[in-house]
């Protein structure tokens, strides 16, 4: 079993959508959950940290953490076509080691 | 603010060619690390380090070496390329081991024929 499993989709959905992106885990241990956006023929950068359970809101995304489930979520509402790209959610225990899902290809249609 | 720099961007090569991808950052972050991205794989670590003169393998070591002589620079080696070395490589960086984020480089991709 992976340790983070992630829909790789792909994912279209009309501009205004509100998208839901996934990942489960199965390391309870699990504390530090990031979410990257990569842009096709770039690296990942940073979009979303997370600490622990809860939630986090910058702008229009939204991530949420349930480790009583281990799942985590990114939502982003009012997508927009600059949107389109691959989502990956990433997962550390102490920042050692870090567990990337496969992502999600998202495209947002104008 | 250079961030992490990679090259080359592009790079074919011979099976059983060697060459070297270069890492450079500049935010004097002590920990750098190597990944491979490849389809329905998603990114698997190949070495990290934790500061100059210290490193230490990841997930698929294998066919890879590195060194860290500076806290600014990476390298990874590929000692004798193999069609399964075709994927496209990024170097990160962190402030610290525990440092929670890691920030990409913007990849390599590396064809083996």
């Known amino acids: 079993q992976k340790e983070v499993e992630q829909d790789p989709g792909p994912l279209s959905v009309p501009e205004g959508a509100i998208v839901s992106l996934n990942c489960t885990y199965s390391n309870s241990a699990f504390q530090y959950f990031m979410w990257y956006r990569q842009y096709s023929r770039k690296g990942p950068e940073l979009l979303m940290y997370t600490y622990s359970s809860g939630n986090k809101e910058d702008g229009r995304f939204t991530a949420q953490v349930d480790k009583s489930s281990k799942y985590i979520s990114l939502f982003i509402r009012d997508s927009q076509p600059s949107d389109s790209a691959t989502y990956l959610c990433?997962?550390?225990?102490?920042?050692?080691?870090?567990?990337f899902g496969t992502g999600t290809s998202l495209t947002v249609i104008p | 603010n250079a961030g992490v720099t990679q090259t080359p961007k592009f790079q074919v090569l011979k099976t059983g060619q060697s060459m070297t991808l270069q890492c450079a950052q500049d935010m004097n972050h002590e920990y750098m690390s190597w990944y491979r991205q490849d389809p329905g794989m998603g990114l698997r670590l190949i070495h990290y380090s934790v500061g100059a003169g210290i490193t230490d393998q990841g997930e698929v070591p294998n066919g890879y070496n590195v060194s860290r002589s500076t806290t600014e620079d990476f390298p990874l080696r590929l000692l004798s390329a193999a069609p399964s070395q075709t994927s496209v490589y990024f170097c990160a960086s962190s402030f610290n081991l525990g440092g929670n984020t890691i920030y990409f480089g913007e990849g390599s991709w590396l064809t083996v024929v």
């Open positions: 990433a997962m550390s225990l102490t920042g050692n080691q870090f567990y």
